[in-house]
């Protein structure tokens, strides 16, 4: 079996699922989200679904977006101002690598159930994004620092993006223009928020953020 | 057309960023009576929208938007009063996203295509974030820092969904523009298996939003740290934007013949948030957080009558009206206590009925009114569910429903006893002269939720049939 080009670069976007889970420090994670968001917003690019002008645009938009402007000004952030370079694991980083082995296995066993003719050839897109977009959800519970959720986020809406690119054109169109205005918005107030967080409690440990039960 | 109704508080929130405190104040109220008379133009004339592909006029959408519109005029003349009272740090940002926030949810309740519908449901979010963090203490972050993070994840999954609907439009061969109208018409020929991962996506992502359990966990922080009218907005109006984009998924699955799938879905989802609003609100001494777990169970009320559908969706659009009228005005009453006491937590209140007595009768009536007596209208919604939880065969459900029903009026009548009744340290005084406009909003909210029972008008009561007649529900 020939593996194609996208099934390739998509296996490194798998194996830096893993690396997320295990890494503890947040220049780390951070490179690692750019990789995905680069990777994932080329690989409509192969995918042979037509592309008009305005598709090519919302493409290199989403591009500089995910994979340069928000991994810029996170990494820009932490530089700034003495925010703690550690993820603060609420589940520790070998127990995190195991579960994400099995994220990964169950990912493949679920997208081989799921037929979808236009998306067949590619063995490695739907396992890929089902495990973006779980990962993403994991780092969200299991980490403590909230850039490192606000990142967690970014990985799963990457996982959605790459289902909604690939599947269809229609798709395509909703995933463009509603994932633009998403990250937009929810980064920037993610982003203010996080700063005010900052000032209140003097870092970005979400334990600090513990006085209302329940 | 149409797009006036949203458009305009669109325009006059951005201009109140930029006014003095007294001109924003003013345009509140106006925006507020403009907004209220245009809705009910639109309701009278139910015109066609210019871009027919994204906007429509539909019942359920219609019943919203009268409803967001009477409570943002009354709360709007509360406002003005409360922010005389209470101290707000840079009030324009207040009243701005208060207004910005009326005109996203115009726009959820107008919006036909389901990616404006998220697109506006997405706006909700980003307008109340301001209004969660008006007080600016580390508290407000907190619960502001939760709100958004938990609804974007919530919108995530809301955004998949849509894009598992589209898929069932290609595996189905279906043309037809992405609108919830067109697609209902179509449902039929749509891929079942990826229109039941749309609907539960979309439900879970939307649900969020709404407050269903266990989703609901940012729901009791928002709006114990809002300001009241906020709060009041939160949980009369927003709320109900998010039930009705799962409404309208609901459509296109009992067109596609699949009610059986979303049914039990909505019903599991319902009776959880009864249950966990049934555990919480045992044990709550905060009484703006016991009135946010009230809604979480209203919300799942609602939801477990759209499951059941028949007799059963015709009360949840029932219980759904009323809860909008009764919990906004205890909210408003929730901040007259608040201004009164200087104390969220109930242990320091107390004795209400001789120190507040205006606002006791408010908050007297509307606990009455919300736990389900006669002759308010969440009784007789309620008595509709479970007659129609009966009649279909659903007994486990009737009984959840109505035991969690008891233990939520327990927990929720003890603790308005202590609020009422209990002494009270009498070195403490009331900071609070009632004025007519701190009181009437709520006078008026109850009368409206009273007079409802006695008297529907016929427009009003073929509104709501329609509506529901989509989700198969009726009288019959």
Redesign the interface.
């Known amino acids: 079996m020939i593996l194609h080009p996208v099934d390739t670069i998509l296996s490194l976007v798998l194996l830096s699922v893993l690396f997320s889970f295990g890494t503890s420090r947040l220049p780390g994670l951070i490179k690692v989200i750019a990789f995905q968001g680069i990777v994932v917003s080329m690989v409509p690019f192969f995918i042979g679904h037509d592309m008009n002008a305005g598709g090519i645009v919302f493409t290199f938009a989403t591009l500089i977006i995910r994979g340069i402007i928000i991994p810029m000004s996170i990494y820009v952030a932490i530089k700034k101002v003495a925010i703690k370079r550690e993820v603060e694991p609420i589940i520790g980083f070998h127990a995190s690598m195991l579960c994400g082995l099995g994220l990964i296995v169950a990912a493949t066993y679920t997208s081989r159930q799921l037929n979808?003719?236009?998306i067949s050839d590619y063995t490695l897109l739907f396992p890929t994004a089902i495990a973006l977009?779980v990962a993403g959800?994991f780092l969200?519970m299991a980490r403590r620092n909230?850039i490192a959720?606000v990142l967690g986020?970014i990985m799963?809406?990457n996982g959605?993006y790459l289902?909604?690119t690939t599947?269809?054109v229609?798709?395509r169109h909703?995933?463009e223009?509603?994932?633009l205005?998403?990250v937009l918005?929810?980064v920037m107030?993610?982003a203010i928020?996080l700063q005010?967080?900052k000032r209140?409690?003097d870092d970005v440990d979400?334990a600090n953020?513990r006085?209302?039960k329940? | 057309m149409v797009e006036i109704v949203f458009l305009t508080p669109f325009i006059t929130g951005i201009i109140a960023f930029f006014l003095p405190k007294a001109i924003s104040r003013k345009l509140l109220v106006a925006t507020g009576a403009i907004h209220l008379f245009l809705s009910l133009f639109l309701w009278k004339n139910r015109p066609e929208a210019i871009f027919n592909n994204y906007f429509a006029v539909t019942p359920e959408g219609l019943l919203s938007l009268l409803v967001i519109s009477l409570l943002f005029f009354l709360i709007s003349i509360y406002t003005v009063a409360y922010l005389k009272e209470s101290e707000i740090q840079k009030e324009n940002i207040f009243t701005g996203s208060m207004i910005l926030f009326l005109s996203t949810m115009t726009m959820v309740t107008l919006s036909d295509h389901i990616m404006v519908m998220w697109i506006a449901i997405e706006a909700t979010t980003l307008a109340s974030a301001p209004l969660i963090y008006t007080h600016r203490s580390s508290a407000s972050l907190e619960a502001t820092w939760k709100y958004v993070l938990i609804c974007s994840v919530g919108i995530a999954m809301a955004l998949l969904g849509s894009v598992f609907i589209t898929l069932a439009m290609d595996i189905g061969n279906v043309d037809a523009p992405l609108s919830f109208s067109a697609l209902t018409q179509v449902a039929k020929t749509l891929d079942p298996m990826w229109l039941k991962a749309g609907f539960v996506f979309i439900l879970v992502g939307y649900g969020t939003k709404m407050g269903l359990a266990p989703m609901h966990t940012w729901l009791p922080d928002a709006h114990s740290e809002a300001p009241s009218p906020a709060s009041a907005l939160l949980s009369g109006v927003l709320l109900n934007c998010a039930y009705l984009g799962i409404f309208k998924t609901n459509k296109i699955m009992h067109a596609a013949g699949l009610n059986d799938f979303s049914g039990t879905i909505l019903i599991v989802f319902g009776l959880m948030s009864i249950l966990a609003a049934a555990t919480f609100i045992l044990k709550q001494n905060e009484y703006k957080r016991m009135l946010a777990y009230s809604s979480i169970e209203n919300m799942g009320i609602i939801a477990v009558g759209t499951g059941i559908g028949g007799i059963a969706a015709y009360g949840a659009m029932i219980c759904m009206i009323h809860h909008s009228l009764i919990k906004s005005s205890l909210f408003l009453s929730s901040g007259n206590i608040l201004l009164g006491y200087g104390d969220r937590f109930i242990k320091n209140t107390g004795d209400m009925v001789r120190r507040m007595p205006k606002t006791f009768v408010a908050f007297f009536g509307g606990f009455v009114g919300i736990s389900g007596f006669p002759p308010f209208g969440i009784f007789i919604g309620e008595m509709f569910i479970i007659v129609g939880a009966f009649r279909t065969g659903h007994y486990i459900t009737a009984g959840i429903f109505i035991l969690s029903l008891c233990v939520i009026f327990a927990g929720f009548a003890n603790q308005v006893m202590k609020i009422s009744f209990d002494d009270s340290d009498s070195n403490k005084t009331i900071g609070l002269k009632e004025k007519a406009s701190l009181v009437w909003p709520q006078y008026i909210l109850l009368l409206t939720s009273l007079i409802l029972c006695f008297y529907m008008p016929d427009t009003l009561y073929q509104t709501i049939i329609d509506a529901v007649t989509a989700i198969g529900g009726g009288l019959k």
Request: proline share 3%; charged share 10%.
């Open positions: 979808i003719p236009s977009l959800m969200l909230a959720m986020y799963m809406e959605i289902v909604g599947i269809s229609r798709a909703i995933v223009f509603g994932i205005l998403d918005a929810g107030i993610m928020i005010n967080i209140t409690f979400t953020l006085t209302l329940e």
